[in-house]
Nanobody, 121 residues
Framework: QVQVVESGGGLVQPGGSLRLSCAASGSIFSIGAMGWSRQAPGKQRELVAGITSSGRTNYADSVKGRFTISRDNAKNTVYLQMNSLRPEDTAVYYC???????????????WGQGTQVTVSS
């Protein structure tokens, strides 16, 4: 069974930094793209950052220059380094990973449970 678990959320002051981690575990054949999305109260879930298996990245305009996504394939882990945090970054952050559990299976998106990030003074 595959499990995706986020960690690293918490309360930070505006201008502060936080690093989120997300590790996939279980019966994994391969992992394709990984990414981070977030959902704030009253808003739709939005893609924050994504990274392909080859390391290509993309970011939402609202976080460009402030957030950095990276991955460690040996650890089946994706990270989100968040700098210069703003109150509007407050949201539940969700990790996702496209994972194949066998060579013949189609890749499927697996989601973590979410981790709360609150930016407030």
């Amino acid at each position: 069974q595959v499990q995706v678990v986020e960690s690293g959320g918490g309360l930070v002051q505006p201008g502060g930094s936080l690093r989120l981690s997300c590790a996939a575990s279980g019966s994994i054949f391969s992992i394709g793209a990984m990414g981070w999305s977030r959902q704030a109260p009253g808003k739709q879930r939005e893609l924050v950052a994504g990274i392909t298996s080859s390391g290509r990245t993309n970011y939402a305009d609202s976080v460009k220059g402030r957030f950095t996504i990276s991955r460690d394939n040996a650890k089946n882990t994706v990270y989100l380094q968040m700098n210069s945090l703003r109150p509007e970054d407050t949201a539940v952050y969700y990790c996702n990973a496209n994972i194949k559990i066998t060579v013949v299976a189609d890749g499927r998106n697996y989601w973590g449970q979410g981790t709360q990030v609150t930016v407030s003074s």
